[in-house]
């Protein structure tokens, strides 16, 4: 068990080493926040990855691009994709976990507005020269649930 103590893996890296990999995980998590399409966000996940979203257990890379697939069929525009509040832990030269708060927003092509926000950590892992998510676990609270075109008759 490592407790508060440095990560025996890490010791081993250079400090600038931990710096770049600090920052090519933290890019690779903003890439992946900010995509536009399904194939893209599915592009960032390892092929043997396992995501936890609140309640929902997503065991294989298969039953994840259901719902992720599901999600960009409705999506209209994103309007907001922020993290907040990032820790990023590494812990060899091939592995990091990224944790932050998040922000994001969206509207659906019904013209619904979704507000998020929540906590969400990824254990990234290196795939050749590409950072990918192995495991992901997200907790989120809908803030809203709008439809602006109802609110302009009111």
Same mark, same amino acid.
């Given at each position: ?71 960009y069929?409705i ?27 998040? @922000?994001? #927003? /969206? *509207? &659906? +092509?019904? =013209? ?10 990824a ?13 992901? @676990?997200? #907790? /989120? *609270? &809908? +803030?809203? =649930? ?9």
């Amino acid at each position: 068990m490592w407790g508060i103590s440095q990560n025996p893996d890490q010791s081993n890296l250079l400090e600038s080493q931990v710096a770049q990999i600090e920052a090519e995980v933290k890019q690779a998590a903003i890439d992946h926040l900010n995509t536009k399409d399904a194939e893209t966000a599915l592009s960032y996940y390892a092929d043997e990855v396992i995501a936890v979203s609140n309640d929902k257990l997503f065991p294989s890379k298969e039953v994840l691009a259901e719902d992720v697939r599901a999600y960009y069929e409705i999506l209209e525009e994103v309007n907001l994709a922020a993290w907040d509040d990032i820790h990023i832990c590494v812990i060899n030269a091939n592995a990091a976990v990224f944790t932050a708060k998040f @922000h994001y #927003s /969206f *509207t &659906s +092509k019904d =013209n619904t507005s979704t507000d998020l926000q929540g906590i969400w950590t990824a254990l990234y892992v290196r795939d050749k020269d590409r950072w990918k998510i192995r495991v992901r @676990h997200e #907790s /989120f *609270t &809908s +803030k809203e =649930n709008r439809n602006p075109e109802s609110e302009k008759s009111e």
